[in-house]
């Protein structure tokens, strides 16, 4: 079958540095994305990784390892607006870009 | 400038209703998508379109009927609605070989 495992819920405090953790088992494998999406709001495009090993947007890194099925999510020097879902997305085809979704990470910021 | 628009943001209705959402992108992508977000936030696709093509139909019953009139737009129609139906439902869109899916902001959907 196919499923992707994260944690439910993280909480941090500002400043801090929170690592969201995702485990894949899917038919296919093409890369794997983080999407943030505030509460009311629509999923937005964090990054992708198709290669092993780190990729690093500013305040947002995403590593990924093939060989263990498993990625995560940095998330560095946490601010307020950082407070959000986050989930990991295992893209299954080359074409038609088919996403499977983990079921998101709730990330509270305390100030 | 809005990338991807849909229209209603929220829609009510009556089990056992007919309705449609409609989605637009200007990004000039050539993918386009349709997803189902749950009350437990978990996020499911349904329908992509390539090219105005029918590419992905995941397990959705037949009562959901995408449209794809241009590569620009992206319609959902919905028969006879059940309760079951309750949902955020976003439309996506994607360059093909860009791997970024850009999303609308999404219709509530509630089915009483």
């Known amino acids: 079958g196919q499923s992707l495992e994260q944690p439910s819920e993280v909480t941090a405090v500002e400043g801090a540095i929170v690592q969201i953790n995702c485990t894949y088992q899917?038919?296919?494998?093409?890369?794997l994305s983080w999407y943030q999406q505030h509460d009311g709001g629509a999923p937005t495009f964090l990054s992708y990784n198709a290669l092993d090993g780190l990729e690093e947007t500013g305040r947002f890194s995403s590593f990924l390892s093939r060989s263990d099925s498993y990625g995560y999510l940095l998330l560095q020097e946490l601010q307020m607006k950082d407070s959000a879902s986050y989930f990991c997305?295992?893209?299954?085809?080359?074409?038609?870009?088919?996403?499977?979704f983990g079921q998101g990470t709730e990330l509270s910021v305390k100030p | 400038d809005t990338a991807v628009s849909q229209t209603p943001k929220y829609l009510v209705t009556q089990m056992g209703n007919d309705k449609s959402i409609k989605c637009e992108q200007n990004?000039?992508?050539?993918?386009m998508y349709w997803y189902k977000q749950d009350s437990k936030k978990f996020l499911k696709i349904m329908f992509s379109?390539?090219?105005?093509?029918?590419?992905i139909n995941e397990t959705v019953p037949n009562r959901f009927s995408p449209k794809s009139p241009d590569k620009a737009h992206l319609n959902l129609h919905i028969n006879s609605l059940e309760l079951g139906d309750s949902a955020v439902y976003f439309c996506?869109?994607?360059?093909?070989?860009?791997?970024?899916?850009?999303f609308g902001p999404g219709t509530r959907l509630t089915v009483l």
């Open positions: 990004l000039g992508h050539d993918t």
């Open positions: 997305a295992v893209r299954e085809g080359n074409q038609g870009g088919k996403l499977i």
């Open positions: 899917t038919s296919g494998f093409y890369g």
């Open positions: 996506a869109s994607s360059q093909a070989l860009i791997r970024t899916q850009y």
């Open positions: 379109y390539n090219n105005k093509e029918l590419i």
